[in-house]
Antibody, heavy 116, light 107 residues
Framework: QLQLQESGPGLVKPSETLSLTCTVS????????WTWIRQPPGKGLEWIGY???????NYNPSLESRVSISVDTSKNQFSLYLSSVTAADTAVYYC??????????WGQGTLVIVSS | DIQMTQSPSSLSASVGDRVTITCQAS??????LNWYQQKPGKPPKLLIY???NLKTGVPSRFSGSESGTDFTFTISSLQPEDIATYYC?????????FGQGTKVEIK
């Protein structure tokens, strides 16, 4: 069964780029769609975007100017890049599988704090 | 964006009570709605997909229904392990959006 695990720095300075990687195990990344979702502390969920194994992407317009998602099928990984971060980007970032038409499974999440 | 208005934001009920959460979409989304359960410190887990279909392995006390742009999530008999925050999520239109969440507590 599919398992996802996020990795990356837990602290990012304001104006810098947040970079996270999600490693997929228990199955091939050459199926489904691969997504990022975030959750500010004590708040609700926000879909960030998705990528397919062929590299086609779709991003939330609220973040589109700053976000990029890439995939590395050879490593069964996909990555999130969010530029020009501010304190408002502090959140738990989840990677998840979009099995049309639901998110399942999810990674455990990783907290990223934006602070100098 | 499609707005998902979820209510109530929190509720307190006794073990064995019937619990109902509603989600209203700002426009027609057909049956393109999922329900997730999130326990503290954990990622959300899918419970119900396509408005009313129970994911395999999820207890049958959980159910979902739809009526136009109104969606209902029900726990028929609240159990202590159901303490969590529940979210609806629409996927009919990009960007996919979530409701604000309903925190369920035991009275």
């Amino acid at each position: 069964q599919l398992q996802l695990q996020e990795s990356g720095p837990g602290l990012v300075k304001p104006s810098e780029t947040l970079s996270l990687t999600c490693t997929v195990s228990g199955g091939s990344i050459s199926n489904f769609y691969w997504t990022w979702i975030r959750q500010p502390p004590g708040k609700g969920l926000e879909w960030i975007g998705y990528i397919s194994h062929t590299g086609s992407t779709n991003y939330n317009p609220s973040l589109e100017s700053r976000v990029s998602i890439s995939v590395d099928t050879s490593k069964n990984q996909f990555s999130l890049y969010l530029s020009s971060v501010t304190a408002a980007d502090t959140a738990v970032y989840y990677c998840a599988t979009w099995v049309p038409n639901w998110f399942d499974p999810w990674g455990q999440g990783t907290l990223v704090i934006v602070s100098s | 964006d499609i707005q998902m208005t979820q209510s109530p934001s929190s509720l307190s009920a006794s073990v064995g009570d019937r619990v109902t959460i509603t989600c209203q979409a700002s426009q027609d989304i057909s049956n393109c709605l999922n329900w997730y359960q999130q326990k503290p410190g954990k990622p959300p887990k899918l419970l119900i997909y396509d408005a009313s279909n129970l994911k395999t392995g999820v207890p049958s006390r959980f159910s979902g229904s739809e009526s136009g742009t109104d969606f209902t999530f029900t726990i028929s008999s609240l159990q202590p392990e159901d303490i969590a925050t529940y979210y609806c999520q629409q996927y009919d239109h990009l960007p996919w959006t979530f409701g604000q969440g309903t925190k369920v507590e035991i009275k």
